[in-house]
């Protein structure tokens, strides 16, 4: 019986994705960029809808992250929605998926000589 609990246990953690460590502060400016200009091209600049759903934290919450991720990464066929694979890795569109989810979407900083 404890065979069975333990065997059952790991099983159960092997199933559970592991938190992917944050992009480098470089990379998270380039996908706050992506979002902002060209997810924000058809859910709006503010995420909030246009011609695509809005993609604020009421909308997406109830919704699995690892469907809304498929959703980034091969697009919807027969929709405005593009596949963004080719340009961003499943750990990258999770962290964007979780911080919309979060309702924290990631800011496009100034470039460093416009900060001063």
């Known amino acids: 019986m ?23 502060p ?35 919450a109830g919704k699995p992250g690892e469907g809304l991720v498929a959703t980034v990464l091969q697009g919807r066929p027969g929709t405005a929605m593009p596949p963004w694979q080719p340009f961003m890795t499943q750990d990258e569109a999770a962290w964007l998926i979780e911080r919309l989810q979060a309702g924290d979407p990631p800011a496009v900083l100034p470039p460093a000589h416009m900060a001063r």
């Open 2 to 24: 404890a065979a069975a609990l333990v065997c059952a246990a790991v099983a159960a953690a092997a199933a559970t994705p592991a938190a992917a460590a944050d992009p480098a």
């Open 26 to 60: 470089a990379r998270q400016q380039q996908l706050a960029r992506w979002l902002r200009d060209d997810c924000g091209a058809c859910h709006g600049m503010t995420m909030r809808g246009g011609l695509g759903p809005p993609l604020t934290a009421p909308a997406l």
